[in-house]
């Protein structure tokens, strides 16, 4: 049964520390994407990569965020330095192609204090 | 107001009864799909409608895609409390060059047993 991994499930941590989210996607696919949830903004794209290659990380704000794709088995988020503000839930999803059906991870709960 | 706005926010519902969600988004689009989440969980994929179709079926789902109208319809036939949870209707837009979808703000089901 394939699907998408994300750890941590948990996090809480203080401000100014540095956060890093790993997502192993669906073996296969070529299209990983980020997302944010939370209950004022709902859920907003970060950013998605292509084979590997960011394809469009406009979402995400660049001072503080970054993502990348070491290999086609992992994702990377990471937050230096976190904010209260960053607290949400972080989704990673893959799929074959940015139009297609997306399948997503359980998510990673960020509480920053 | 947001491409793919669900309406409406909030639906409460009686075990057996039909439940009817609305999607209206603004620019033309290659497919929409509906994506349901439960409580803490990731989103989950339920159905894609391309811009050619006008309905699909799936199991007790049923969609409807009005490109006219730039509108589409979920509706789960003979609810189960199982069926709690918050849909979301996603599309991908021709008007930007983002090959990513958009996710409206969801529509949250109260299926009482």
């Known amino acids: 049964d394939a699907r998408v991994t994300q750890t941590p499930r948990h996090k809480v941590t203080e401000m100014g520390q540095e956060v890093t989210m790993r997502c192993q996607p669906i073996l296969g696919h070529n299209t990983v994407f980020w997302y944010r949830q939370t209950m004022m903004q709902g859920l907003e794209l970060l950013a998605y990569?292509?084979?590997?290659?960011?394809?469009?990380d406009s979402g995400m704000p660049k001072d503080r965020f970054s993502a990348e794709m070491p290999d086609a088995t992992l994702a990377t988020l990471k937050i230096q330095p976190s904010e209260p503000r960053d607290s949400a839930v972080y989704f990673c999803?893959?799929?074959?192609?940015?139009?297609?059906?997306?399948?997503f991870g359980p998510g990673t709960r960020l509480l920053v204090l | 107001s947001q491409q793919g706005e669900e309406d409406p926010q909030a639906l409460s519902i009686q075990e057996g009864e039909n439940a009817t969600m609305n999607c209206s988004y603004k620019?033309?689009?290659?497919?929409l799909q509906w994506y349901r989440q439960n409580s803490g969980r990731g989103l989950v994929h339920l159905i894609l409608i391309r811009s050619n179709e006008r309905e699909k079926h799936s199991g007790r789902l049923r969609v409807t895609l009005d490109t006219s109208k730039k509108s589409s319809s979920l509706l789960i036939t003979a609810s189960r409390a199982a069926d709690t949870a918050s849909y979301f209707c996603?599309?991908?837009?021709?008007?930007?060059?983002?090959?990513?979808?958009?996710f409206g703000s969801g529509t949250r089901l109260q299926v009482q047993p």
């Open positions: 990569f292509r084979n590997r290659a960011p394809l469009d």
């Open positions: 620019t033309s689009i290659n497919n």
């Open positions: 999803a893959s799929g074959l192609g940015g139009r297609e059906t997306q399948y």
């Open positions: 996603a599309t991908d837009r021709r008007d930007t060059g983002r090959r990513a979808l958009t």
